[in-house]
């Protein structure tokens, strides 16, 4: 399948699949234009790689997706849970960005890599994430939505910004420096190999608790003013300066 070159949304390719796999045996071509792959119906769930689902995209067929410079959608916001398991959309799936939608659970198990140069950018829009234990998400840029929990604490490789919207616990393991944009939690739970700074502002209704002891890595938090109730920081060695709007509670563990 190859869609025309017009990249004013005229040559986005939409796949609705029923139960079952794609059965794709050749390259599905957007030519840098927006790619979308969901279930026929609400109800349908989504496996990529060996995770299982009503459609099951194998990795095999991941490899055969090249969307150029365009943005892969999996699931829709309507859509039922994705499960992933091992899903590596980096060597050879072409892409300038992932995004995966459900009004479901999105979990992650084993792996799921979306890339380490401009534009591997993940998004997920979810009711829940899951992705704890041995699992590694690895992107630039990651960005979440949740109106449940979002449970990130996997050793994850994510070398851009962090933004998230998460009405329950954001909680997130991160194996290099980590960069908080715009982000938003009942609580956070952040562990950084490495530096803790802020592209945005933080808004914690509850506990903040920052641990960057194992590279004792600074936590600069002061680019921007935020809204925390209770902060709690191990940084190791490193240094710690906060900007911070209201009364807040502070903890300094070493």
Do not use: C
Not at 31 to 43: P, V, Y
Not at 70 to 90: C, M, Q
């Amino acid at each position: 399948v190859t869609s025309d070159s017009n990249t004013d949304s005229t040559g986005d390719i939409l796949i609705d699949a029923g139960p079952g796999g794609l059965a794709l045996t050749a390259n599905v071509t957007s030519n840098n234009n927006a790619m979308d792959i969901r279930g026929l119906s609400d109800s349908n769930t989504i496996g990529l790689g060996n995770g299982t689902g009503d459609v099951s995209i194998s990795q095999g067929e991941l490899d055969l997706l090249q969307a150029g410079t365009g943005v892969i959608t999996f699931g829709k916001s309507s859509g039922g849970a994705v499960t992933i398991d091992g899903a590596d959309l980096a060597t050879t799936t072409t892409h300038q960005g992932v995004d995966i939608l459900s009004a479901g659970a999105v979990s992650i198990a084993n792996a799921l890599n979306v890339g380490t140069v401009s534009g591997d950018d993940l998004d997920i829009d979810a009711a829940s994430i899951s992705n704890a234990g041995s699992a590694v998400v690895t992107a630039v840029a990651l960005d979440v939505t949740t109106t449940g929990n979002a449970d990130l604490s996997g050793n994850n490789v994510i070398s851009g910004t962090v933004t998230s919207d998460v009405t329950g616990n954001l909680t997130l393991t991160n194996t290099t420096n980590t960069t908080l944009g715009t982000t938003s939690a009942a609580n956070l739970t952040l562990s950084a190999n490495g530096t803790v700074t802020d592209a945005g502002v933080i808004t914690v209704t509850g506990t903040t608790d920052i641990d960057s002891s194992a590279a004792n890595g600074n936590v600069d938090l002061s680019n921007n003013t935020h809204n925390l109730a209770t902060l709690i920081v191990d940084a190791g060695t490193g240094t710690l300066d906060v900007a911070e709007t209201d009364a807040l509670t502070l903890q300094v563990d070493s």
